[in-house]
């Protein structure tokens, strides 16, 4: 089971882009999208960042087999949960997350290595 299923509950949306361009504009202030708000498919999206972040993961083969992580997003913060196996691959999931667009941060603070 891939991240966006296993934290979202539903298959990948399709044609989902981690970087898409916005399509329409933002139910609140009638303005651009924030980044972070961006959905996966260029809509509004409260958790567009982690959903985004969710499919560069998917997208991943390096990282694909770590079920043991859950992401979430604060603002523009990606929040990493869980435990991977290896420093390597924590470092290429950050690397992956901070290429996102909308990524302020992320933090690692919830993540165990082993």
Do not use: C
């Not at 981690?18 to 651009?32: I, K, L, S």
Request: net charge negative; aromatic share 6%.
């Amino acid at each position: 089971m891939g991240f966006f299923k296993k934290i979202f509950g539903m298959e990948k949306p399709a044609n989902a882009e981690v970087n898409p361009a916005p399509a329409e504009t933002d139910p609140e202030t009638g303005g651009d999208i924030a980044p972070e708000r961006l959905g996966v498919n260029g809509e509004y999206d409260q958790s567009g960042l982690a959903k985004r972040v969710a499919i560069a993961f998917d997208d991943d083969a390096s990282v694909t087999d770590v079920e043991t992580l859950w992401v979430a997003q604060t603002s523009g913060t990606v929040v990493l949960k869980g435990s991977v196996p290896s420093q390597e691959i924590l470092d290429r999931m950050v690397e992956l997350a901070s290429g996102v667009s909308g990524t302020t941060d992320v933090s690692i603070d919830q993540v165990t290595i082993g």
